[in-house]
């Protein structure tokens, strides 16, 4: 099968990057916002919220900005340490309104890690790809600054085979360049591919016929777990709690960390079979405690930076 060109996949998602323009030029998010509420957006839309964004196209400026500010309120509540109040309307009114389904911030708290996940994937898988020329013709200074000053959206919405030439222009060149806000605290690198991409139609990547949950790393489906000290706990105790609780299959692999002099060992990390399962585990919680005969077992997302 012939390859994908850069210009069939930037026709395909022209809707999606109109938006991200929109959100920059418009709306004035930095570029770190737009990608991220982008991200949040594909992300809805691949867990059984369909049409967010060409819905949102249709939408008045000061529509799209009340719901873009919504999405960053997504990002705070999976970001804060402890849980925020939840309003009464849910905290997401807007975004309930367009999608015509139920949705509050409960969702980014009870499947933090899941979003979390899926939202780094979107960004490397989709975004990364699809508004790679637009990232680097605002990162050029000149560029940047003449496009702000002659509205640049508007070029993009309304003239698009001259700005699609432009920058295809622009980014045949293969130097690697910097997206401000990355490494990200939550989301880790953003990885923008060199060079031009011959890219298959038969990749669920590009077509995102995946969930975009589907690539997660081991790290993201890895917990840690401490124990208190005078209760040992075995690896086959640890297994056993899980497997009984979430199915055989649940548990991929525990590490018991270093012994101590009285044969204890104080943690472990545990990789599941995947992020949903973290999120089941702590039910919203930073840390939850858990029993196996008796002893407390305490659990938490792993963080290697920790």
């Known amino acids: 099968m012939l390859p994908l060109t850069t210009d069939e996949l930037h026709l395909f998602h022209k809707t999606d990057r ?17 990608l991220l509420v982008m991200g949040v957006w594909f992300w809805l839309e691949y867990t059984n919220y369909p049409n967010i964004i060409s819905t949102m196209m249709q939408l008045s400026d000061s529509l799209v900005k009340s719901l873009s500010n919504e999405a960053l309120t997504c990002l705070d509540t999976l970001a804060a340490f402890e849980n925020p109040p939840i309003p009464k309307d849910g905290g997401l009114p807007l975004t309930k309104i367009l999608v015509q389904k139920d949705i509050s911030l409960k969702l980014f708290i009870m499947k933090r890690y899941t979003a979390i996940a899926g939202i780094k994937s979107v960004l490397n898988n989709i975004c990364a790809r699809v508004f790679k020329d637009i990232l680097q013709n605002i990162l ?11 509205n640049y959206y508007y070029k993009y919405n309304y003239n698009y085979t001259n700005v699609a030439s432009t920058s295809r ?3 045949s060149n293969s130097r690697p360049f910097v997206v401000p806000g990355f490494p990200h605290s939550l989301f880790g690198d953003f990885v923008v591919p060199h060079g031009v991409e011959d890219l298959d139609l038969l990749d669920a990547k590009i077509w995102s016929n995946k969930g975009p949950c589907d690539d997660v790393t ?26 009984t609780d979430y199915g055989n299959g649940s548990v991929v692999e525990i590490v018991m960390g270093n012994y101590e002099a009285n044969n204890q060992s104080m943690f472990a990390t545990m990789v599941l079979n995947g992020v949903a399962m973290v999120d089941e585990i702590l039910q919203g919680l930073r840390l939850a405690k858990l029993r196996a005969n008796g002893k407390d077992i305490w659990v938490r997302k ?3 930076r920790n």
């Not at 050029?140 to 002659?150: C, D, F, H």
């Not at 209760?231 to 640890?238: A, I, K, M």
Request: a negative charge; hydrophobic letters at 35%; aromatic letters at 18%.
């Open 140 to 150: 050029s200074t000149t560029y940047y600054n003449y496009n702000y000053n002659n």
């Open 169 to 171: 222009a622009r980014s």
């Open 218 to 243: 081991e790290e993201d489906k890895t917990m840690f777990l401490t124990f208190s000290r005078g209760f040992p706990v075995s690896e086959e105790e640890v297994r056993e709690l899980f497997i």
């Open 18 to 34: 109109a938006l991200f323009c929109r959100l920059m030029f418009k709306q004035n998010l930095s570029i770190t916002q737009a």
């Open 302 to 304: 792993y963080d290697r």
